[in-house]
């Protein structure tokens, strides 16, 4: 039991879905795990713990934004032993290129601070995937035929963003998508030396402001769950 996370000593699996929404990581171990237990629940943050075809996988929600994240993933790593950490989440889309429902396997993940930004101070350090899991993922979505691309990303401290001039640069850099926590779980990983990969579906377009409706993106995310399952067991 740590602060945040009040499972048992065993109880997290080695291989960890993260989803944002603690609600999603309800509806996703439900979905896709057999026999899921809940094995938190401390500040309404859940976490499960169940099988997929034969592999132990706890799938545990992160919150929004890297400093909540910072907290779940530095426990389930440090105190519960996670070696493989994939975060499942929403993205809003920056190249006309990216459609939604689409999958964005982030390989890099660029950023203005993190809660690791201290530990670097004037180094700017180039968080990525790795390797391993970005390449058995795209392989996954290739065999579902499932429009997807790789390649960098941006991680936002802020939902609300006022800078137009920075995704206009980040647009004309070849960014895929905006989101809110990998690039933190990337150095973590980096830190503690395990695996970790952002698996994403557009929900929400940057340039045409489209967006899915709420009742249409949990069908939508199930692709998303299924490659990161498989990646983290290819």
């Known amino acids: 039991m740590t602060v945040h996370i009040g499972a048992a000593p065993g109880e997290i699996a080695e291989t960890v879905l993260m989803p944002g929404d603690p609600l999603r990581a309800k509806w996703a171990a439900e979905t896709f795990l057999e026999n899921p237990v809940c094995v938190n629940e401390v500040r309404g943050m ?113 939902f609300y963003d006022e800078r137009p001039d920075l995704n206009e640069q980040m647009t004309r850099h070849g960014v895929l998508a905006v989101e809110m926590e990998a690039a933190e779980l990337y150095i973590l990983a980096a830190r503690y030396g395990v695996r970790a990969l952002a698996v994403l579906t557009i929900s929400d377009h940057l340039l045409t402001h489209e967006a899915l409706p709420a009742s249409d993106r949990q069908s939508s995310f199930r692709d998303m769950v299924e490659i990161a399952l498989e990646a983290a067991f290819a």
């Not at 132990?56 to 779940?72: A, D, F, N, Q």
């Not at 950490?85 to 999958?103: E, F, H, K």
């Open 46 to 158: 859940f976490g499960f713990t169940g099988t997929w075809r034969g592999h132990r996988v706890t799938i545990h929600g992160s919150g929004m934004g890297m400093p909540s994240l910072s907290i779940y993933a530095n426990e389930l790593i440090r105190d519960y032993g996670a070696k493989t950490l994939i975060r499942i989440g929403s993205a809003g889309a920056m190249q006309a290129s990216v459609a939604l429902r689409d999958i964005v396997l982030a390989m890099t993940a660029s950023t203005l601070s993190t809660p690791s930004r201290g530990v670097f101070r004037d180094l700017n350090f180039a968080p990525c995937a790795d390797y391993g899991l970005l390449t058995a993922a795209h392989a996954a979505a290739q065999t579902k035929g499932i429009p997807t691309h790789v390649g960098g990303i941006y991680s936002s401290d802020v």
